[in-house]
């Protein structure tokens, strides 16, 4: 079993910052990438940035400058760090772990419950 829990959520100001977390535990073998991605009312899920095993990133284009991802592959543990919040980027936000969990397994995607971003104006 895998499980992937965000934390860091919550009610900002427009112009302030948060730093999501998300730590993937359970049957774990080797994490080729993580990443964000948001859910916003009435949107369809979109990708928000990704980091790969070597620390390669990608984001979207609506939160370059803005946002950082980063992880620490030890803790199998991907961030976020969100600032210049906007109020479009409310939305809740899910953790994404492309992961084996035996080296008998083929790579596949795991999902977290999601955190709930508000940003006010």
């Known amino acids: 079993q895998v499980q992937l829990v965000e934390s860091g959520g919550g009610l900002v100001q427009a112009g302030g910052s948060l730093r999501l977390s998300c730590a993937a535990s359970?049957?774990?073998?080797?994490?080729?990438?993580m990443g964000w991605y948001r859910r916003a009312p009435g949107k369809q899920r979109e990708v928000v940035a990704t980091i790969t095993s070597s620390d390669s990133t990608a984001y979207a284009d609506f939160v370059k400058g803005r946002f950082t991802i980063s992880r620490n592959n030890a803790k199998n543990t991907v961030f976020l760090k969100m600032n210049s919040l906007k109020p479009e980027d409310t939305a809740v936000y899910y953790c994404n772990a492309n992961l084996i969990r035996c080296w008998r397994d083929s790579y596949r995607d795991y999902w977290g419950q999601g955190t709930q971003v508000t940003v006010s104006s």
């Open positions: 359970g049957d774990i073998f080797r994490i080729n990438a």
